[in-house]
Every structure is written in structure tokens, then in C-alpha cells.
């Protein structure tokens, strides 16, 4: 993992009866997102609609982006809701050139004992190479203690709680954080490697441009820089995020990204392009 800005991959899905995963299309954005200063990019997290995603097409999507010519560091994110799973998918991405594994526990028993976690995470670090990330998004998922995470030779976190007593805790344990979550990015950002944003589908300038000043000590510019993306923050919770994302992405770089797996719903008909992008601070040629 290396410092910067990755990006919470959006899925592309066809738009036909089985909703079969479009791998040109995500490959296609990629190759966009690599021409604006991002980092790297985490596939099937939960802007991903990892949960959605089959494992064999996990691991088809991850090899055809391990060969391409992109240049960013690709992260595979694990949500499989069990171990042997998760080893599974873990044993056929060993031979893979990833950045890390992002790695979510199984989340259906809650709450869990901080001993099972343990036991989990240790399976998980003895079936990989690559630096491991505990997923911590309580919203959706288990959370994974700040002293658990100090206690694991993992490489970090990605803190998706929007909680930065959580993330001072962490590196004072010795690990890494990333931010999931656009709360207090100019204040967190300047301790923390950087961020894993789902934002950075559509605003992957600006992204980088907060990360940049924040990492420079620029906190005035960097605050006015977050103030805006709390705001883009609010155009994609106005239907399911994913959706959303895909959509004014693909009104940015003219690739279809296609729509999103049930139980989701894609944006209404009549949901106005032009008037997102306008609030995002985008401008294109199609608007």
C-alpha cells in the first residue's frame, strides 16, 4: 500500500436479465481514473457492491486488471461472510501483483467476541502475502476494535466510521489508516496514508487535491476543499450510492458503467444529470 488517494471502485452491471458484470466497461474506467492522479483502486468493496459480486468474477475481473497497463495499485476487498471463503479467495489471489486485501469479518453474528476476530484475522494473515487492511464499517458490518487492529501484524485499517479518536488510536498502536469517509478528511488526512473513496469515481481531482494540501499542512485549503465534498457526499446519498456514482461518472468519461444488482435500485428515469454534475462543480461537454 503506498500513500494517496484509492478509489472505492464502482461495478459495472449490464442492464439485462441476469445483470451480468460488464468487464470492459470497468476496465475502461479504470483507465480514466488512472489519468487523474489517483493512487490506486479497491475492487468489490461496498461502493463495489462487493456482497453482489460472485467470487468467480471477482477473481476474473481482479487477473484481467492485474494485466493491464494502468499503473495503479490494485486492492481486493474480501466481504465473502465466512472463512473458508475467504481463504479460498484469498489462496487463488496470492499470485496476483495487489497492493493489499481489504478484509471485512463475517457479519451475520453480531455481536463477536474480540477472541473470534482474532481467530479470524490470524487464518487470514497466515493464507496471504499480500499487507492486509481490517475493514472497520460499523454501519454495515462487525466493528474491529482499535486494539485488535494494534495487535495483528496487519498493514492498517480503512475507517469507515467517520470516527478520528478511532484512527489517532490505531496509529498510536503502529498501524496504518485509511479514511473511509469524507467527515473530517483535512483533519484527519495530514496522520493518516491516505483515503479509499468512493468519491473519487466522480471528483477524482478534487480527491487528490485535498489529500495533496492536507499532506502539505495546507489545512485552510484543505478544510474548504472537504467542505465541498461533504456536499457531493449528499448527491449520492440521494438514491443508492452506487447508482449514483455510476452514472455521473459515466456523464464525465462518456463509458456506459451501466446500472446496479438487486436488491438495489438504479436512479429514477427522470433523475437530472446536469443538475448533479452542476452541484459537483463538473463541467463537461455533454452538460
Avoid at 118 to 142: C, K, Q, S
Avoid at 246 to 251: P, R, S
Amino acid at each position: 500500500m503506498r500513500d494517496g488517494v484509492y478509489v472505492a471502485n464502482v461495478t459495472p452491471f449490464r442492464d439485462d436479465r441476469d445483470f451480468t458484470l460488464d468487464l470492459e466497461a470497468y476496465r475502461a474506467h479504470v483507465s480514466w481514473l488512472a489519468e487523474h492522479g489517483v493512487t490506486g483502486i479497491v475492487a468489490f468493496g461496498t461502493n463495489g457492491e462487493g456482497p453482489s459480486v460472485a467470487t468467480s468474477e471477482k477473481i476474473t475481473t481482479l487477473e484481467a486488471l492485474a494485466g493491464d497497463d494502468h499503473g495503479l495499485d490494485l486492492v481486493a476487498t474480501l466481504m465473502e461472510g465466512n472463512l473458508p471463503d475467504t481463504l479460498r479467495l484469498l489462496e487463488r489471489l496470492e499470485d496476483l501483483p495487489l497492493g493489499g486485501v481489504l478484509v471485512l469479518p463475517p457479519s451475520y453474528f453480531r455481536p463477536v467476541a474480540l477472541e473470534g476476530l482474532r481467530i479470524f484475522y490470524e487464518r487470514v494473515l497466515e493464507a496471504t502475502r499480500h499487507p492486509v487492511l481490517a475493514y472497520h464499517i460499523p454501519r454495515y458490518g462487525v466493528p474491529v476494535p482499535a486494539e485488535l487492529v494494534c495487535a495483528l501484524p496487519v498493514w492498517g485499517v480503512k475507517n469507515s466510521a467517520g470516527d478520528a479518536d478511532y484512527s489517532a488510536a490505531v496509529r498510536a498502536g503502529g498501524r496504518q489508516v485509511m479514511l473511509g469517509t469524507e467527515d473530517d478528511l483535512a483533519g484527519d488526512l495530514p496522520d493518516s496514508a491516505g483515503a479509499i473513496s468512493a468519491l473519487a469515481n466522480i471528483v477524482p481531482d478534487q480527491m487528490v487535491e485535498v489529500h495533496r494540501r492536507a499532506r502539505a499542512g495546507d489545512r485552510e485549503g484543505a478544510e474548504r476543499l472537504a467542505a465541498h465534498l461533504r456536499d457531493v457526499v449528499a448527491v449520492t446519498k440521494e438514491h443508492d450510492s452506487p447508482a449514483v456514482l455510476k452514472v455521473l461518472a459515466g456523464a464525465q468519461h462518456g463509458i456506459d458503467l451501466g446500472t446496479v444488482r438487486p436488491p438495489l435500485l438504479p436512479v429514477p428515469r427522470d433523475y437530472d444529470v446536469r443538475a448533479a454534475l452542476a452541484r459537483l462543480g463538473v463541467v463537461t461537454p455533454s452538460t
